[in-house]
Structures are given as C-alpha cells and as structure tokens.
Nanobody, 126 residues
Framework: QVQLVESGGGLVQAGGSLRLSCAAS????????MGWYRQAPGKQRELVAA????????????NYADSVKGRFSISRDNAKNTVYLQMNSLKPEDTAVYYC???????????????WGQGTQVTVSS
C-alpha cells in the first residue's frame, strides 16, 4: 500500500505565504509525476501545479495553472519521496482544500498507479 500525507495548510491573511508538504510512503518502486490539486466549495477539482521526475540531466519539468503562475512554486525531494508547494502572495480566491497527487510504480503490480492525499485546508482571509 501507498500513503500520501499532506501537511502545512492553515489560515493566512491575503498577501501571506504557506508551504504545503506531501510525503509518500509504502511499497514504492519509483515516483513519476507529483502534483497539487485544489477544490473550492461548489467548484470542480483543478490542477494547481505538477512536477515530473528528473531526467538524465537532473531536470524536472513543472506545470502551473495560469492563476498561480509567478506566485506558487512546486518542488520535490526524491530522497524523501516528498513534494512541496510554496505559495506566496496568497489571495482569498486561493481558498480551497489542496490535494496531493502522485503517479507511482508500486512493487506489488509493477505498474503505474495514481494516489491521492486526504487533503489539507488552505484559507486566505481578506
């Protein structure tokens, strides 16, 4: 089994910063893409940011939603199986439950499987 455990959510004033962390554990052979999604009340879940595994040149590609470009930064620590989301210049419209997502090759099946964290609340007050 694989678990994704998120931390770092909370309440912050507009203009403030938060850093989310998501650690993967369990029967992991390798982790391909990792990412963060969010879901606000009454809205669909949307991609916030994603990051691939590093290539032969140690480069990992990133992808961001237009609404967070220039404010959020995603990174990962492969040694810790952890992905981070640094959120700066937060706005009230960033308020949502943030979910960690990972595409993992697990030992039991030797195939890619998708996993989700339990979600962490981020609330930005105006």
């Amino acid at each position: 089994q694989v678990q994704l455990v998120e931390s770092g959510g909370g309440l912050v004033q507009a203009g403030g910063s938060l850093r989310l962390s998501c650690a993967a554990s369990g029967s992991i052979f390798s982790i391909n893409a990792m990412g963060w999604y969010r879901q606000a009340p009454g809205k669909q879940r949307e991609l916030v940011a994603a990051i691939t595994d590093v290539d032969s040149t140690n480069y990992a590609r990133t992808n961001y939603a237009d609404s967070v470009k220039g404010r959020f930064s995603i990174s990962r620590d492969n040694a810790k199986n952890t992905v981070y989301l640094q959120m700066n210049s937060l706005k009230p419209e960033d308020t949502a439950v943030y979910y960690c997502n990972a595409i993992i090759i697990v030992f039991s099946s030797w195939s890619e499987e998708e996993f989700w964290g339990q979600g962490t609340q981020v609330t930005v007050s105006s």
